[in-house]
């Protein structure tokens, strides 16, 4: 097998992995990336490419498992630069899967509140007959009522006031961003 240093990096890159990482690099300058920015994401795809080889990992065993298990190698506090991470390892993986090396993402089985959610804009359409646009300007109100009354774990605090009370609080929010003022979105 043979190996070579990736250039300018001082990482030695695996097999396979190395063509692929050159291909995703190759495709950020006419996307319109800086080349600041096309040096910072091989700066963070680098390492997770060493980490697979040491892994023994092949190109095909690459998904969104093995880059939360990169990203989790150790204690790390949040920053900024962790999202950008996080955001470049799935690129190059969406890169990966479009040249056709890496599976299709395989769905995953939907959260509880999310089933609730769904459950909720089935009953929209089929019972209350709304068109597909109405659910869709409903939807994030739904959403983010499931959310903050965490649900379905805590339905039994449930009733009619609850939900007119958020609803009211969301439009009086709404009203003062119209307005000008802060809403809880800007905080």
């Given amino acids: 097998m043979s190996k070579r ?18 291909e995703f690099l190759a495709t950020l300058a ?7 920015t096309q040096q910072d994401k091989r700066r963070l795809v680098v390492p997770f490419v060493r980490w697979a080889h040491g892994a023994r990992l092949t190109v095909a065993d690459l998904d969104e498992g093995r880059v939360r ?3 989790a190698r150790r204690s790390r506090r949040r920053c900024k630069r962790d999202d950008m991470e996080r955001a470049t390892l799935h690129q190059f993986l969406e890169h990966l899967r479009a040249v056709g ?21 089935d009953h929209l359409r089929s019972s209350r007959g709304l068109c597909t646009r109405s659910v869709e300007v409903y939807l994030p109100f739904v959403r983010g ?29 709404e009203r003062r961003h119209e307005d000008g003022g802060e809403s809880d979105r800007d905080v």
């Fill in 30 to 36: 006419p996307a319109g990336y800086a080349k600041t």
């Fill in 101 to 121: 090396v890496v599976p299709p993402r395989q769905p995953s089985e939907p959260s509880p509140s999310e089933r609730l959610v769904r459950k909720y804009v």
């Fill in 145 to 173: 009522f499931v959310a903050e009354r965490r649900l379905p774990e805590r339905v039994a605090s449930l009733d009619a006031s609850a939900v007119r009370g958020y609803l009211l609080d969301r439009s009086r929010n």
């Fill in 5 to 22: 240093s990736s250039r300018g990096s001082g990482f030695v890159i695996g097999d396979g992995l190395d063509v692929h990482l050159a």
């Fill in 69 to 71: 298990a990169f990203l």
